[in-house]
């Protein structure tokens, strides 16, 4: 029985060397042959391992190709000089921002121009220049309210004036409140007068005015101060009230009255009257509500300087908002 071991699985073999083509038993220089040199690097410039070593592993994947270069701002000098900067160059965070036009620190560019001072043409804030601020703000809000109260004064005594009706002598033109005597409505009727029309023409018949009341006004009525009527008669006019079934119209001049803003039931007069002529410069009022007004024909007439002003608009409450 033999020391060596035949089977193939305990076979030693000779050692192999491993090249580009594969593996194959190295080669032994014969006497009269040179030594063969150092392996040189494979065709794919892949450097040989000497005989024994490892054969590391080569990937078939290509490498990937390089990273494109980031965007970066253009120079200093090309923005200088009109370059691309016109274009929107996109810039990193971290990069620098040029303003544009860029102007780099030492050049020869003249400094920009100072901003022109305003001053204000408030004469309050020219008057007020030299203050503290606190003293400016305060002298600007007293004279604000100030002028605010002259403007709504000015308008109240020249232009347009709010009035109540207190009574139901224009009913149903203009309503007065319950529980006051002959009232239909819940709130009292507020209008506007045009105070400044009256001095630019004369009165016209048919218009609702407010006046102030001659003094026997307050002995015939109870009552004097502001009225609100409508003018009846113009000055020179001859005014006459006849009674007809009971109901009392209105001539003028010998000619009936149209008067379609008067009921039916409001025609109802205590007596007739007249006929009256109208002085000049005066003027003859009397309410819708003829049965219940205490006017012209009580106490006169009224004088041109105690008119006050024509009645255009009723603004309260707001579903009788309208105009006259």
Same mark, same amino acid.
């Given at each position: 029985m033999s020391?060596?071991?035949?089977?193939?699985?305990?076979?030693?073999?000779?050692?192999?060397?491993?090249?580009? %083509?594969? +593996?194959?038993p190295p080669e032994q220089p014969t006497p009269d042959q040179p030594a063969a040199p150092e392996p040189a690097d494979g065709p794919a410039g892949t450097p040989v391992p000497a005989y024994g070593a490892p054969v590391p592993a080569q990937s078939s994947l290509p490498e990937p190709p390089p990273a494109?270069?980031?965007? =970066? +701002?253009?120079?200093?000098?090309?923005?200088?000089?009109?370059g691309d900067h016109d274009?929107?160059?996109? +810039?990193? /965070?971290?990069?620098?921002?040029?303003? #544009?036009?860029? =102007?780099?620190?030492?050049s020869d560019a003249p /400094?920009?121009?100072?901003?022109?001072?305003?001053?204000?043409?408030?004469?309050?804030?020219?008057?007020?220049?030299?203050?503290?601020?606190s003293w400016r703000v305060t002298i600007d809000w007293v004279v604000t309210i100030i002028g605010a109260v002259a403007i709504v004064?000015?308008?109240?005594a020249f232009v347009v004036n709010p009035y109540r009706i207190p009574s139901s002598s224009m009913e149903p033109t203009l309503h007065c409140a319950r529980p006051e005597t002959g009232c %239909?409505?819940?709130?009292?009727?507020?209008?506007?007068?045009?105070? #400044?029309?009256?001095?630019i023409r004369a009165p016209r018949r048919g218009e609702i005015i407010v006046f102030k009341t001659p003094p026997l006004a307050k002995i015939k009525?109870?009552?004097g101060g502001t009225f609100v009527k409508r003018l009846i008669g113009l000055p020179g006019d001859t005014v006459e009230l006849r009674l007809l079934r009971g109901d009392g119209y209105v001539y003028i001049n010998g000619h009936r009255l149209k008067e379609p803003y008067i009921?039916?039931?409001?025609?109802?007069?205590?007596?007739?009257?007249?006929?009256t002529r109208v002085p000049p410069g005066n003027y003859f009022m009397m309410g819708d509500n003829r049965n219940a007004s205490c006017d012209s024909r009580m106490w006169g007439t009224v004088p041109r300087k105690n008119l006050i002003g024509k009645v255009f608009a009723t603004y309260w409450p707001p579903n009788r908002i309208s105009l006259h």
């Open positions: 020391d060596v071991d035949d089977r193939p699985e305990y076979r030693r073999e000779p050692p192999s060397t491993v090249t580009n %083509e594969g +593996t194959s494109p270069p980031a965007w =970066t +701002t253009p120079p200093p000098a090309a923005a200088d000089a009109g274009l929107g160059w996109p +810039t990193l /965070p971290s990069e620098p921002q040029y303003p #544009f036009p860029y =102007t780099p620190p030492g /400094p920009p121009a100072p901003r022109p001072v305003r001053h204000s043409r408030n004469p309050v804030d020219r008057l007020t220049r030299g203050l503290p601020d004064l000015l308008v109240k %239909e409505a819940r709130y009292s009727d507020r209008v506007l007068a045009n105070r #400044f029309l009256y001095h009525c109870g009552a009921q039916k039931s409001r025609r109802a007069a205590v007596q007739s009257y007249g006929p």
